[in-house]
């Protein structure tokens, strides 16, 4: 688990199926939180104690940002480019 005011640590936790504890009281990554890896817990002691304790996402891992290959696709389509 994680625990991070960070949006970009928010994100990261997500592409490697870490569960994290936000304390921040809104996100830019939205749909970790609908998801149930990500907790938005702001700073109040209790609550991240809580979120802590309890901190376990769904099963469910969908790729939202990709699966990790879009720059050999990208350079399988170059590759395949005829020159003029």
């Known amino acids: 688990m994680i625990l991070t005011d960070s949006g970009g640590v928010q994100k990261e936790a997500y592409w490697y199926e ?4 936000t304390l921040r009281d809104s996100t830019e990554w939205v749909e970790t939180v609908e998801l149930g890896w ?6 109040d002691p209790g609550a991240i104690v809580e979120a802590a304790r309890g ?7 969908p790729p939202l940002y990709g699966d990790g290959h879009a720059a050999d696709l990208i350079a399988d389509v170059i590759c395949t480019i005829e020159p003029e």
């Open 18 to 21: 870490v569960p994290c504890v």
């Open 38 to 43: 990500n907790r938005l817990v702001g700073t």
């Open 55 to 61: 901190a376990a996402p769904a099963s469910a891992h």
